[in-house]
């Protein structure tokens, strides 16, 4: 008896389904504007309503009262979907500054760096300069026409000099020299 009562609340809400499903998804779609979201939103609505079938099995107008649950249930995605997109532009913004400072802080280093750079003497400057370009102390050494101690001797100067202008930010400079 229970299977057969199963079964006839299956064929019932199965012609329910198939009778207000394309309507609803018209109705659906004129809220959301697009095909695939009213198809969710309506079969959620229809999901729902199986779970739900003791209780609206008393309701007399069951077109609006269907109709009214499909329209509720765009109208919180619609919602969400606005939370959402103020959250994206709120962290895009966020992103946005995160990226200015970061950003500052780079001008702002490399400002302080070539300020204690034009702040050394220029043997100094020469040595160190050449340095960060890449040329070896031999190389150096040779361009300026001085020799290799002298040249040791310059660059190590030219360190303590920029690591007391710089203090802490010297480490940024000391892999490069």
């Given at each position: 008896?229970?299977?057969?009562?199963?079964?006839?609340?299956?064929?019932?809400?199965?012609?329910?389904?198939?009778?207000?499903?394309?309507?609803?998804?018209?109705?659906?779609?004129?809220?959301?504007?697009?095909?695939?979201?009213?198809?969710?939103?309506?079969?959620?609505?229809?999901?729902?309503?199986?779970?739900?079938?003791?209780?609206?099995?008393?309701?007399?107008?069951?077109s609006a009262y269907i109709?009214?649950?499909?329209r509720f249930r765009c109208?919180?995605?619609?919602?969400?979907?606005?939370?959402?997109?103020?959250?994206?532009?709120?962290?895009?913004?966020?992103?946005?500054?995160?990226?200015?400072?970061?950003?500052?802080?780079?001008?702002?280093?490399?400002?302080?760096?070539?300020?204690?750079?034009d702040s050394l003497p220029?043997?100094?400057?020469?040595?160190?300069?050449?340095?960060?370009?890449?040329?070896?102390?031999?190389?150096?050494?040779?361009?300026?026409?001085?020799?290799?101690?002298?040249?040791?001797?310059?660059?190590?100067?030219?360190?303590?000099?920029?690591?007391?202008?710089?203090?802490?930010?010297?480490?940024?400079?000391?892999?490069?020299?």
């Open positions: 008896m229970k299977s057969k009562q199963i079964t006839h609340e299956e064929e019932l809400f199965h012609n329910l389904f198939m009778e207000y499903y394309p309507s609803l998804l018209s109705f659906a779609r004129y809220y959301v504007k697009d095909e695939t979201i009213a198809e969710d939103l309506v079969q959620d609505v229809f999901v729902k309503m199986w779970e739900l079938r003791e209780q609206w099995k008393g309701v007399e107008n069951f109709y009214q649950m499909v109208f919180n995605y619609l919602r969400g979907e606005k939370l959402r997109e103020e959250m994206m532009r709120s962290y895009k913004e966020e992103k946005l500054s995160i990226v200015e400072i970061n950003q500052y802080i780079e001008e702002e280093i490399f400002r302080l760096v070539n300020q204690a750079m220029s043997t100094y400057k020469q040595v160190i300069t050449l340095s960060l370009e890449g040329y070896r102390v031999k190389e150096i050494a040779e361009k300026l026409n001085v020799g290799e101690e002298t040249v040791k001797k310059r660059k190590q100067a030219a360190k303590q000099v920029l690591k007391e202008k710089l203090g802490k930010l010297y480490v940024f400079l000391l892999p490069l020299i």
